[in-house]
């Protein structure tokens, strides 16, 4: 205990001194302030160890063990994990709120859905075969004409149909029609949300048309707040309604919805400009499948790791500190979050960075590509996401360490941010997708092998997480979120004129 509190002192004397030298300096404001998120990086990364994220790590996996093996919205595994992450950041002196969000709990339907084209010439379409139920469908039975929105058709040999994607998408939409809507590159949340808002009175998502994508599937999109019914057909339904001028159909959904309540962690520093947030967020959620080691007790691990280490340290700016509720059944948590927000309050937040499965097997350091440069997928963030993004390359690079681009796809918490003009970034080491012979070049592992096998799976244990790329990014966000504290100078001054665009929501397929 003694030594403890001799580390204490020493290190609360060397920030002292950090702090008042660079402030005792003259010259300019931003050199000074530039000095200090330099010396308050150095002091939070030492701090902020793998071996010290791995207690999380294991913390998580006990709770898993304990309780049926998983840590999913709306189970005890859950709510275990919520109060082990409130409980050391109140510990830690935070101001920590249990932010409410809800969740579908149980969906069920009553009886089979209907799909019938009514006119110009009547046909039926089979359950199962031509179209199935968007779960968790709200009930629901229209009759009205179909609208196309922004369709590619013929569809083009890889998936690229933006269908329903933008707010844009909806312009010259007709109040009360049935949105028929084409799967493409954005989540599925994206494009209902979008029709919600446009006036549509029920959903027609079809499959976009290449090998492998032409039938439909069961799918839980974790969305029921557009309060219509909704199915998701067959490319040959889509298209042969697309190509049917006038046509009108019935759209029939019987189910029944009961919801439960989960709670984001939002814990804030006690000090720092309440006008100049700085938030860092990552789901505490795991599927059903499994414990969620790699995804996402990692980045949740991290994340606390770091704002446990900061508690010692004073800041510029307001640290904001999110583990979100429900993100594997659509982004919930995130979304409702920053739903709930007024316009001012969304106008405080200048920075968010998002750390979603930090520790892949066979990883790859992918950064958010803020500033669109690999010219893949979705446009450039919000202004401010391409400084982001240099700023975590700048990490990278002092450590001679390569990385690449990753797309802002829509599959994480950064997706409501975005939605809104906020800019965001963070780090992401790969899912399900394949590690290519160039990043294996770059960084190990296996070409041709997904990033992570155990995606989604009971095998996401502590021994899927890997150690050497779980110390490095915990350090970059202990870097990334040091340095926000304390400038932020890079990041353009957020106003209502801030671009926003729709980046997509859900981590539902697309």
């Not at 569809?155 to 493409?184: K, M």
């Not at 984001?264 to 938030?279: C, F, L, Q, W």
Request: aromatic share 8%.
């Amino acid at each position: 205990m003694r030594m403890h509190r001799r580390r204490r002192a020493a290190m609360a004397g060397a920030l002292a001194l950090a702090v008042a030298v660079p402030l005792a300096v003259s010259g300019p404001a931003e050199a000074r302030t530039r000095s200090l998120d330099e010396v308050f990086s150095r002091l939070l990364t030492k701090q902020v160890s793998g071996k010290n994220v791995d207690k999380h790590l294991r913390a998580f996996q006990s709770i898993a063990d304990a309780n049926g093996g998983n840590r999913a919205a709306g189970t005890p595994g859950y709510d275990a994990s919520r109060d082990y992450v409130a409980d050391k950041l109140r510990r830690a002196g935070y101001k920590v709120q249990l932010n409410p969000i809800n969740f579908v709990k149980e969906w069920s339907e009553n009886s089979t859905p209907v799909l019938a084209m009514q006119s110009p010439t009547p046909k039926p379409y089979t359950h199962g075969t031509d179209f199935v139920t968007f779960q968790p469908s709200p009930a629901g039975d229209v009759t009205a004409q179909v609208q196309a929105v922004d369709l590619t058709l013929p569809p083009t040999p890889e998936p690229s149909s933006t269908s329903g994607c933008e707010a844009s998408d909806f312009e010259g939409f007709v109040a009360g029609r049935i949105a028929l809507i084409q799967r493409g590159t954005c989540a599925f949340v994206n494009k209902i949300q979008n029709a919600k808002a446009a006036g549509a009175s029920g959903i027609i998502v079809f499959n976009e048309g290449q090998p492998g994508r032409t039938d439909p599937f069961p799918l839980d999109v974790g969305e029921w707040r557009a309060g219509i019914p909704m199915v998701f057909s067959s490319f040959a339904v889509g298209n042969e309604l697309a190509s049917t001028p006038g046509a009108t159909v019935r759209l029939k959904v019987d189910s029944n919805l009961v919801l439960g309540t989960n709670h984001n962690v939002i814990a804030e520093t006690r000090g720092g400009d309440p006008g100049n947030v700085v938030m860092v967020g990552a789901h505490l959620d795991s599927v059903h499948e499994g414990p969620g080691i790699n995804d996402n007790a990692s980045g949740s691990g991290a994340i606390l790791e770091t704002a446990l280490q900061m508690r010692k340290f004073p800041v510029r700016n307001k640290v904001r500190f999110a583990f979100w509720a429900a993100e594997e059944i659509g982004l919930l948590g995130s979304d409702q979050y920053v739903a709930g927000l007024s316009e001012a309050q969304r106008d405080r937040i200048r920075v968010y960075l998002n750390f979603d499965m930090v520790a892949s097997p066979n990883y790859a350091y992918k950064l958010y590509d803020g500033d669109d440069s690999d010219a893949t997928g979705s446009p450039a963030g919000p202004p401010g996401s391409a400084q982001i993004e240099a700023q975590l390359a700048r990490f990278f690079d002092g450590r001679r360490l390569g990385h690449v681009g990753t797309d802002f796809d829509g599959r994480s918490d950064y997706g409501p941010f975005i939605a809104v003009g906020i800019p965001a970034g963070g780090i992401f080491t790969g899912a399900e997708g394949i590690k290519t012979p160039a990043e294996a070049a770059m960084f190990g592992g296996t070409a041709g092998v997904a990033y992570d096998v155990c995606y989604h799976l009971a095998c996401d244990t502590l021994a899927n997480a890997n150690r050497t790329a779980l110390d490095v990014n915990s350090d970059a966000i202990a870097d990334s979120t040091a340095r926000y504290a304390f400038n932020l100078s890079s990041i353009p001054d957020r106003t209502r004129k801030t671009t926003a665009r729709s980046a997509g929501a859900g981590n539902s397929a697309r």
